[in-house]
């Protein structure tokens, strides 16, 4: 009661796709003809082929159509059959044992675009790229994100199994650039999976790296010079950068040079800052760590993009140059420790007490105080006198405090110098109050003056009119 030698073994497949039939309770259309028929000699596995792109092909169509979740005539029951259909389709693809078509290919490429290339809605707020931390701003995933999330693992598993030379046909220059496009996106999910997407295709699309560093260039660009700089992937592009400058060989091309000054360097000027700042204190601290020289670069770069009344930014930038500092050539420390401690100095003279604290805590790093010694003839009586400013002016007492404790410090360092400057300083003083004294007699004489010509003029119009009578 054996089975008969030439008959064939059921497809694997089949078995499969009839359990999610069964699960879903799908009832998918198939073609019952093209399931029975068979040639004398084909094979189990191109039969299972078959019946895999059949199901693919009626699966299309559900998957394709997009669902707002905002709008009342959608039926929801309609919504949950196209997740399912996703669902069945992700299996698929992830169970598949052998290469897609390139019918099957197009079909899955355009439900991809359908459901990815949509118009995103307006933004509901503008802090949340101003206060990323801010818990009650977090954006909550959007309603769509129930497929969306199921249309990205099928575009990751496709990715993942398929050669890229295959899929250079469907992913092209215009799909990156509406892939990049969709970083705008407030759901923190979306721009995570998205994100995936593009290391995956950065990492194995080798042909469309230049063309992917150009368009990510020309996002950041418009970001900061033409956008109303209201967009939430910024910090999510620059840690796709991350990943690309920690793969860049040294000695640096001029093209990755250019980017920094041009790109990254202007990025410390836009207002919503704050939302990316760690991805782009990465991004040039990997650029320093490859090329030291570069420091002095970019020291001088954020100084030209110092913010004005920002004073969180203040703090953070403070912090960035402390690192900076830390891995710069030490052969730049002598041209860039003078404009760098005067806007340090700057910064601890800030009425805001955190500004000015953070300031001073710069000087407890050993590596900034050795660059600044390499120039201290001309670096301390700059500082002496933000300090002594501090130490009468300042209505913080612990910043009074601290600017004592790096006042004891810098003493300890060159005393004869701290000397000098404070008797240059004190000079200084008397010079510019004998200045002022001179400035208040001045002006006592002209009012002196004019005082007197007044009284006289009206003397000489009392006796015209006497006169006259």
């Known amino acids: 009661m054996g089975l008969r030698r030439d008959s064939l073994k059921a497809c694997p497949r089949e078995k499969k796709s009839m ?61 949950d059959l196209k997740r399912l259909k996703l669902i069945q389709l992700l299996s698929i693809i992830k169970c598949s044992k052998t290469a897609f078509n390139r019918e099957v290919l197009s079909s ?25 931390d801010d818990d009650e701003l977090v954006a909550t995933p959007s309603a769509a994100w129930s497929h969306l999330q199921i249309v990205f693992d099928i575009f990751h598993r496709l990715l993942l199994k398929t050669d890229p030379k295959e899929l250079r ?75 690309i400058i920690n793969g860049f060989t040294v000695p640096l091309k001029q093209e990755h040079k250019l980017f920094l000054t041009r790109v990254l360097i202007p990025l410390h000027k836009p207002k919503g800052m704050q939302a990316y700042h760690r991805q ?4 040039v601290s ?5 090329d030291a020289a570069l420091g002095g670069t970019v020291v001088r770069g954020m100084l030209r993009y ?5 004073c969180q930014k203040e703090v953070l930038l403070i912090g960035e140059l402390e690192d900076v500092v830390e891995n710069i050539d030490p052969e730049h ?42 120039a201290m003839e001309d670096v301390l009586p700059v500082v002496v006198r933000g300090m002594e400013k501090n130490l009468k002016y300042h209505w913080s007492n612990s910043v009074k405090q601290l600017t004592q404790n790096v006042k004891e410090m810098l003493q300890g360092l060159e005393p004869s110098l701290y000397i000098r400057c404070l008797s240059r300083l004190a000079l200084e003083e008397s010079a510019a109050q004998h200045r002022e004294m001179t400035r ?19 003397q000489l119009r009392c006796i015209c009119v006497s006169s006259y009578d």
């Not at 990997?286 to 490859?290: D, I, Y």
């Not at 041209?335 to 760098?340: D, N, R, S």
Request: proline content about 5%; overall charge neutral.
């Open 306 to 310: 110092w913010p004005v009344t920002n």
């Open 286 to 290: 990997q650029f320093v760590h490859k």
């Open 108 to 132: 899955v490429f355009s439900m991809l675009s359908a459901n990815l290339f949509r118009p995103l809605p307006p933004s509901k707020t503008s802090l949340i790229c101003i206060l990323p």
């Open 169 to 243: 046909e469907y992913i092209d220059h215009s799909f990156l650039v509406n892939l990049l496009s969709l970083f705008r996106s407030e759901d923190p999910k979306e721009r995570e999976s998205l994100k995936n997407v593009c290391h995956q295709i950065y990492s194995k699309f080798t042909f469309y790296r230049s063309f992917m560093r150009k368009a990510m260039n020309d996002v950041f660009l418009h970001y900061i010079f033409e956008a109303d700089q209201h967009h939430c992937g910024i910090g999510d592009l620059l840690e796709i950068w991350g990943s």
């Open 280 to 283: 782009l204190a990465y991004c």
């Open 333 to 374: 420390y002598r041209t860039i420790a003078l404009p760098l401690c005067t806007q340090i100095t700057k910064c601890l003279n800030s009425w805001n007490s955190q500004v000015a604290e953070r300031g001073l805590y710069v000087w407890n790093n050993e590596q900034f105080v050795k660059m600044a010694s390499q």
């Open 19 to 79: 359990t999610l039939q069964k699960l879903f309770d799908l009832d998918s259309p198939r073609n019952g003809a093209s399931k029975l028929a068979r040639s004398s000699n084909g094979s189990p596995r191109k039969e299972c082929q078959d019946s895999e792109n059949e199901e693919i092909f009626s699966l299309i169509p559900h998957c394709s159509v997009f669902y707002t979740f905002n709008n009342p005539q959608e039926s929801p029951s309609q919504q």
């Open 440 to 458: 208040k007699e001045m002006w006592e004489r002209v009012e002196m003056a004019a005082a007197t010509r007044n009284q006289c003029v009206h």
